[in-house]
């Protein structure tokens, strides 16, 4: 990035000197308080916030917000086509999303805040929930978040492996 900065010596010739700028990376990603993505990055913070959250869901999840978390965990909306209550063309002709759709919006940003919190890494918690689990009955774990009780089966894996409990 180049930036033209006056020379401050009045003596001389005005003149304009080049100068190299470090640039600061970019987050491209400010979630606003609350919102899926928020959820995400702050797994710990949000369970003082459950009152909150239902409100949300309540209030419906905004296109922009469910969007801004797929960025976040660096996925594509067609990876949750099997997990979500709606399909993706008729997600992506609404503005505001359903409290069921919204429901397990917020639950996907709690599951991948706590699998990002426990694991090194984005890709190592990914490629464990895309890999068969002997505890979990040899089945996926990804594979078990269409239901409610998948989601709490899988949490409750995460949260064994968290404190090193193994069956």
Do not use: C
């Not at 003596?11 to 959820?39: D, L, Q, Y």
């Not at 797994?43 to 801004?68: H, N, Y």
């Amino acid at each position: 990035m180049n930036v033209k900065v006056k020379s401050e010596d009045s003596n001389k010739k005005k003149g304009v000197v080049k100068a190299k700028v470090a640039r600061k990376e970019r987050n491209p990603i400010n979630p606003t308080k609350f919102s899926p993505s928020w959820v995400a990055e702050h797994s710990k913070d949000a369970p003082g916030f459950k009152m909150e959250l239902i409100g949300r869901i309540r209030e419906g999840v905004k296109k922009t917000d469910w969007k801004q978390l797929i960025h976040y965990i660096d996925s594509t909306e067609k990876e949750f086509e099997h997990i979500l209550p709606a399909s993706i063309s008729s997600m992506q002709k609404k503005t505001v999303y359903g409290k069921e759709t919204s429901e397990r919006i917020y639950e996907l940003a709690r599951l991948f805040g706590l699998g990002y919190e426990v694991f090194d890494s984005k890709e190592d918690f990914k490629k464990w929930l895309m890999t068969p689990s002997r505890t979990l009955g040899n089945k996926i774990p990804f594979e078990l978040l269409d239901s409610s009780f998948g989601f709490e089966i899988v949490e409750s894996e995460i949260t064994r492996i968290q404190y090193n409990v193994y069956s």
